[in-house]
């Protein structure tokens, strides 16, 4: 379609860039590593804190100072192609000026996030090492380890303190416990005895899972993370919310980008109505880029297939109102227009509107794990086709391509 002259050449472009911007959220998708690294001084807890995140005891952890002595990293199992590693850095200390600024500028330059970890306030010097590693464009997070040897009260006043001092410096502040210390409880028991228990609380450190989660996904990265056992293990229910959000939004825009193509196609090559329904090779490329975001990568016979399956539960539906019924109530909603082009965008808003549904019916299947659940295709179908309302869709679909018919008319 990009190829064909009867589409005007700005539509074209236009439509090319869209086509772009999905495939560079693809190929995110595949190849682009992740790089969490941490940053501070000895023995704030870097490789425990990373330790935590993994859910994996990969780094060396000791009471002694300068534990880590040389970058390790950890990498994760991968998804396809893709992988976030977890970095590790030996503590900075007051002595090794030099050094320690060559190292703070080898993490900075290979992280995608900083970890800046600290276990308490900040000195002047970890203030001077955050400065050193500050860049634009590249988010930190000031890790407040530690958190159990502290009351909340003193939690509240050390972050007020830190915000404060790094006010300056573009960054976000979070308290966690990555390996927190046993407590002692007295507990009650049935005859009215006490008795003391000692229990190693699990690590805390949901906020800033959280945290990596939203700045991943300002950098337009988060697809990538999505997958990685990161976010798996102790996953808060916000997390996983945020992930459910975050994939969502970015299924409705490449289904969108797709309908968008499509109207757009059928609008310049008008076809006959009964055949809009499986002029279907875009439908199937959705569905494979569908099946890509949510982890599965179908293939091309078996997106046909999938593809097929839904137009077949579509055509069933519709019957007769894929007909006259639709393509009438499609022209309904052009109130102005010329004449040449009326039948032209009510085509393409109904093309636009058949590959909508067929996309919100594949994503939903992706949802449910590759299956249809209890209902089956027949019944997931047409509750879709019931809750959509059609006739805002087919707004839409009309004002998007009449906007791009006027722009490629202005154009000549
Ligand atoms: N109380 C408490 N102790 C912690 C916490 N996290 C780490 N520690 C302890 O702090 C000490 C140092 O932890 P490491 O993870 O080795 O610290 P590091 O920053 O990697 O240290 P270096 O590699 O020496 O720079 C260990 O004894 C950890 O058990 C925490 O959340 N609470
Ligand atoms: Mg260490």
């Known amino acids: 379609m990009l190829a064909d002259p009867k589409i005007p050449t700005t539509v074209r472009n236009q439509l090319r860039d869209e086509y772009q911007n999905i495939q560079r959220l693809i190929d995110k998708l595949e190849n682009e590593q992740i790089h969490i690294v941490t ?198 229910d916000n997390v996983a919310r945020k992930v459910i959000e975050v994939r969502k939004e970015a299924g409705q825009k490449i289904i969108r980008t797709y309908c968008m193509a499509k109207g757009i196609g059928v609008a310049f090559n008008p076809v006959p109505v009964a055949d809009l329904l499986f002029a279907a090779g875009l439908d199937v490329a959705m569905i494979r880029q569908l099946s890509k975001l949510y982890g599965l990568s179908l293939g091309k016979v078996d997106a046909t297939k999938l593809t097929t399956t839904i137009m077949a539960q579509l055509a069933l539906l519709m019957g007769a109102v894929w007909g006259v019924n639709l393509l009438s109530s499609a022209m309904k909603t052009i109130s102005v227009g010329l004449s040449t082009t009326l039948t032209a965008t009510a085509q393409g808003s109904l093309a636009y509107y058949a590959t909508y549904l067929v996309g919100q019916i594949a994503e939903y299947y992706f949802i449910q794990g590759n299956s249809w659940g209890k209902d089956g295709p027949k019944t997931v179908a047409k509750n879709i086709v019931k809750n959509l309302d059609r006739n805002s869709i087919l707004l839409e679909a009309r004002e998007q391509i009449m906007r791009r018919i006027n722009k490629s008319e202005a154009d000549k």
Request: proline share 5%.
């Open 39 to 236: 940053f501070g001084k000895v023995s704030t807890g870097k490789s425990s804190l990373l330790n935590a995140i993994a859910d994996h005891p990969h780094f060396k952890v000791s009471p002694l100072h300068g534990e880590t002595k040389h970058t390790d990293h950890l990498d994760w199992p991968s998804y396809q192609q893709q992988s976030v590693v977890l970095i590790d850095t030996p503590g900075t200390d007051e002595f090794d000026g030099e050094a320690r600024e060559l190292m703070a500028q080898q993490a900075a330059k290979q992280a995608d996030i900083i970890l800046f970890v600290l276990d308490g306030d900040i000195s002047e010097s970890q203030k001077q090492q955050l400065e050193t590693i500050a860049q634009p464009n590249k988010p930190i997070i000031i890790v407040l380890n530690k958190a159990d040897l502290y009351t909340h009260d003193e939690i509240k006043r050390i972050k007020a303190s830190i915000t404060d001092k790094t006010r300056h410096i573009k960054s976000q502040i979070v308290a966690v416990s990555a390996d927190p210390r046993p407590r002692t409880l007295i507990v009650e028991l049935a005859d009215g005895s006490r008795q003391e228990k000692t229990e190693t609380p699990p690590a805390n450190i949901g906020e800033l899972k959280l945290m990596i989660l939203e700045v991943l996904d300002q950098e337009g990265k988060t697809i990538t993370a999505l997958n990685a056992s990161l976010f798996a293990g102790e996953v808060s």
